[in-house]
């Protein structure tokens, strides 16, 4: 038996035709998805207020303590007089001139040294005079008087120590050395060897101050240097 199928019935023939369509629908709805807008949801909590009374502090009210009283100052006694005979002798008698006038010429007043005070004077250390103290003899006779009589201690010499002290002294005012002390040492028993030396040398010729002896400090090096 022979189908009766007409032309206009073949769907083949519009095959090419629903394909497009299907891509023209499919473009539409991928389009509009992506066109349309998500929004997050936005969560909102209620806030309540709360008033919140707080109870003052009720601040006690202190009393002063009283101080004990004090007792009334004692009375005041009354100044006595005493006679005292008039024999003190003055020193300084001061004559006055009533005739005197603005020519007249009055003798030059000198006031008296005050107790103790030369005995200031002469206790004061100068640390720079007119003239230098010096010893007898000069430099050379104190180099050759030191050379003479250090004896380089062992413990220095075994530890090869080496090097210069600086010893401090008072030359006094009659050239006697004191208050001999360690300015810069090196140890080794070098320091104490530069005391025991300072200690042994003769009378210095002492430093002035205005034509003056006086007191002056003085610094001297020694140096302690190993002999191959």
Not at 5 to 19: C, G, H, M, Q, V
Not at 66 to 86: A, H, R, S, T
Not at 155 to 171: K, L, M
Request: hydrophobic share 40%; proline share 7%; aromatic share 8%.
């Amino acid at each position: 038996m022979k189908e009766k199928k007409t032309p206009k019935a073949n769907l083949e023939n519009k095959r090419t035709l629903f394909i497009q369509i299907g891509m023209i629908v499919a473009l539409a709805c991928t389009y509009f998805a992506f066109e349309v807008k998500s929004y997050d949801a936005i969560v909102v909590e209620e806030i309540q207020r709360e008033a919140i009374f707080e109870e003052e502090e009720m601040v006690e009210i202190t009393q002063q303590e009283k101080l004990p009283e004090l007792p009334p100052p004692p009375p005041q006694q009354p100044l006595i007089f005493q006679e005292v005979e008039d024999d003190v002798e003055v020193e300084d008698v001061i004559e006055l001139d009533a005739e005197a006038d603005a020519f007249t010429e009055m003798p030059e007043w000198t006031p008296h040294a005050v107790a103790g005070e030369e005995n200031i004077e002469e206790e004061e250390i100068f640390e720079i005079v007119e003239k230098e103290p010096s010893y007898p003899g000069g430099d050379a006779a104190r180099l050759t008087f030191l050379k003479n009589n250090i004896k380089y201690p062992q413990i220095a010499r075994e530890a090869g120590i080496q090097g210069t002290v600086f010893v401090g002294f008072v030359v006094e005012r009659d050239g006697s050395i004191s208050n001999v002390s360690i300015v810069r040492g090196i140890g080794g028993g070098c320091d104490e060897e530069a005391i025991r030396v300072a200690k042994m040398m003769p009378k210095w010729n002492p430093g002035e101050q205005r034509g003056k002896a006086v007191r002056v400090n003085y610094r001297m090096p020694i140096k302690f240097i190993l002999q191959d």
